[in-house]
């Protein structure tokens, strides 16, 4: 593969598009295919060229362009959210060390913090995303991980004020961007030192591959980070990687589609006598509006809301035709996700609602038929 073009002056929808392409070049596809190789031919120097599958592959390289090119750092793709989360907890933290995890995020950060980093006996301080943020929860802090807009609450944090803090306190900064995409959020121009993302979600958007991401400013981290993978063998495919970043040539376009969508069935739900809780950061109003409004590029198509109990949320999915219960979101189709039943700390009628890229109209028809 020749050398990949770079597009980090152009606008989202070209970046999506052409990033992580090689320049053209007569006979070769727009986008190579996936390279499936376990072991390289090797050249006379073998350092210089791919020589194993589980140390490099041109198809991982081709997809972290273009997302490192978003992200503006050195990316490092792993096969889901949670190796990127698990890769870089491991990577960074020590025995002893104290960690700031959001108490409202993402429960299986929390859950292989408690349950797999057992052995380094950690500080683990869980802080709801909109705080109280005291100055006294950073003290002796390696690591602080944020995740805003939160999954499932949506709510925000200011990530550029408490990435001063903590440098202050001598902590790195971390942000999982999954909700808001790299089209939505760039930490690392606020201020973070690392964005750690699930690709599963609308970076990918078609609900049928896993992939994650961690994008970093220092180089020297980007490298443990490869060397973490490499040796942990916790690698994505070829052919994931391929369809990912296949896939990610119209985040511009889904993203616009899923937005247009939750800010059409927001309005339509805001003053339904059977919903209650809602809440989305682009809706004016909403407690994470201003801050979201300041820090954030542009709104997803991720919203929330509660009805009565389980039951009515069952019902509710029971008769409409075009939303569908699945636990992830960010995907063509529209889905609901009762995140009780997993165990989130939230009302049993809790829903978190991932607005598709349908018609609107057919949506809000949908929706309120579905709960009339
Ligand atoms: C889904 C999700 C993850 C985990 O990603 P996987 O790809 O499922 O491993 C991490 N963080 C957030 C915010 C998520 O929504």
């Not at 002796?140 to 990530?159: A, K």
């Amino acid at each position: 593969m020749g050398e990949l073009v770079s597009t980090s002056d152009l606008g989202d929808g070209t970046r999506c598009v052409r990033g992580g392409h090689p320049e053209p070049s007569g006979g070769t596809p727009l986008l190579p295919g996936p390279v499936f190789a376990a072991p390289f031919h090797l050249g006379e120097d073998v350092q210089a060229a791919d020589f194993y599958g589980r140390a490099g592959n041109p198809t991982w390289r081709a997809l972290e362009s273009a997302i490192g090119d978003l992200d503006g750092g050195h990316c490092v793709l792993l096969p889901s959210g949670m190796a990127a989360i698990s890769t870089l907890l491991r990577a960074v933290l020590r025995p002893g060390d104290a960690l700031i995890l959001p108490s409202d995020g993402y429960y299986a950060t929390r859950q292989f913090v408690s349950d797999e980093l057992v052995e380094l006996e950690l500080d683990v301080r869980e802080i709801d995303t909109p705080g109280p943020w005291h100055d006294d929860v950073f003290a002796g802090v390696r690591l602080v991980l944020l995740e805003t807009p939160s999954n499932p609450g949506l709510n925000v944090c200011d990530i550029a004020e408490l990435a001063e803090r903590a440098h202050a306190a001598g902590a790195l900064l971390a942000v999982d961007n999954t909700t808001a995409t790299p089209l939505g959020q760039r930490p690392l121009e606020l201020g973070a030192d690392i964005v750690v993302a699930s690709d599963t979600k609308a970076l990918s958007g078609h609900s049928d591959i896993l992939m994650g991401h961690v994008s970093v400013r220092d180089e020297e981290l980007a490298q443990r980070l490869v060397r973490a993978r490499t040796l942990s063998g916790s690698i994505p495919g070829p052919f994931e990687t391929w369809l990912a970043h296949r896939s990610m040539g119209t985040l511009d376009l889904r993203l616009a589609r899923q937005a247009e969508n939750a800010a059409a069935l927001v309005e339509a739900l805001r003053e339904h006598p059977a919903v209650s809780g809602l809440r989305w950061p682009g809706l004016p109003g909403d407690p994470s509006h201003e801050l979201a409004r300041r820090q954030m590029r542009r709104w997803g198509g991720v919203f929330r809301f509660e009805l009565a109990d389980a039951r009515a949320v069952e019902e509710f999915v029971r008769r409409s035709e075009l939303v569908v219960a699945a636990t992830s979101f960010g995907g063509l189709h529209s889905t609901v996700d009762r995140r009780a039943q997993w165990g989130d700390p939230v009302p049993e009628g809790f829903v978190r609602f991932s607005a598709g890229c349908e018609d609107p109209a057919d949506l809000v028809a949908d929706v309120l038929q579905a709960l009339a």
